[in-house]
């Protein structure tokens, strides 16, 4: 599976013809002609990645890229406003979340990379995407694509391009899942829904951190995603920025003012992480990815190689998801116990 080395474009502007309505007057028409219910909540608008969105009713055709945010739309209970989701494969278990039976009830598109094709032949009114989570310049699939399409586009905000070239992040990971829950509560009018997750949210991490060591005490966390010749990894604006400081330790890529990025063995070495946390995706394995990290020279005298601190989160748990949380308690009680 390709990794969501991701980045945004400012959002683009849809046209009055949609019920995504951005820079139009509030009198507007959905796709099939019937004028949107003035129902008091409508028309709403957002700002998202920097750029206002106008919605004159709720999106009733969605297609989502990839499978945290998939899974976002599921937890605000949106499965009715959903025509499908992209993702190469399910990941981790589903049967502890709550919001497991939207995979049953939304149809899996494809296990491919979306593409305009698909978002065409789902009837989408809006995709649910991010850059590299689905948004791919190169590959010419991109907000701007969609909307010569008259589709909308909402831009996961953990892939907004912060103005310095293609880098990402323009605030914390979690805040980030925070403003998308928000956002998404507006527009689909599950404002309660939303407040209520952020709240039971926030409660949650605030007793992991009541629990975390703290000062010296933090041990030094490195998230390795994969790459032999240079590891990928976590920058501050990525997902496992905030789970490992909110958990009790200490990012050692916390400076990389960037998302998911690529750094040198020597750089880790120097940083002689105390934990590291494999993410879980893809052909190699995570018993794969731990052998080769064991076996591989340069890291021989890591305190966590020669300690055997090695622990293994799953990809929808480090991207941004509502199992960022779960995430969150689960290596907090690592570093609880072997930190």
């Known amino acids: 599976m390709r990794h969501p080395l991701r980045s945004v474009l400012p959002a683009v502007s849809a046209l009055c013809a949609l019920s995504l309505v951005t820079g139009c007057g509030a009198e507007v028409e959905r796709r099939d002609g019937k004028a949107a219910e003035a129902d008091g909540h409508y028309p709403v608008t957002i700002t998202n990645c920097g750029e206002e969105q106008t919605f004159a009713s709720a999106p009733e055709r969605v297609v989502t890229n990839d499978v945290g945010i998939t899974e976002i739309m599921f937890s605000l209970g949106l499965t009715e406003h959903m025509a499908g989701y992209v993702m190469p494969d399910r990941h981790g278990e589903t049967a502890d979340v709550p919001w497991a039976d939207g995979y049953e009830k939304t149809e899996w598109l494809s296990k491919g990379y979306i593409t305009k094709e698909i978002a065409v032949e789902a009837k989408a009114d809006l995709v649910f995407a991010g850059w590299n989570y689905g948004f791919n310049e190169a590959e010419g699939f991109t907000p701007a694509t969609l909307e010569k399409l008259d589709i909308g586009s909402y831009l996961l905000t953990e892939s907004c391009r912060n103005g310095e070239g293609k880098a990402r992040g323009v605030m914390s990971p979690l805040d980030a899942l925070y403003t998308d829950l928000r ?30 060591p703290e000062g010296e005490d933090r041990p030094r966390v490195f998230l390795y995603d994969a790459g032999q010749d240079k590891p990928l990894t976590s920058g501050r604006f990525a997902g496992p920025h905030d789970i ?60 966590a190689i020669r300690n055997d601190r090695i622990v293994v989160l799953d990809y929808v748990d480090l991207v941004e998801s509502p199992r960022n949380v779960a995430a969150v308690e689960t290596l907090g009680e690592y570093i609880r116990e072997h930190g």
Request: no cysteine.
């Open 183 to 212: 956002n998404l509560g507006r527009v689909f009018d599950v404002e309660d829904r939303a407040e209520k997750m952020i709240s039971d949210f926030r409660r949650r991490i605030e007793a992991v951190q009541e629990k975390a």
């Open 244 to 303: 490992i400081t909110k958990a009790g330790g200490d990012h050692v890529m916390k400076d990389l003012e960037d998302s998911w990025v690529t750094v040198g063995w020597e750089t880790v070495v120097e940083h002689d992480p105390e934990i590291i946390v494999i993410n879980d995706y893809g052909d190699v394995t995570a018993e794969q990815k731990e052998k080769f990290l064991k076996s591989f020279a340069p890291l021989k005298n890591v305190s």
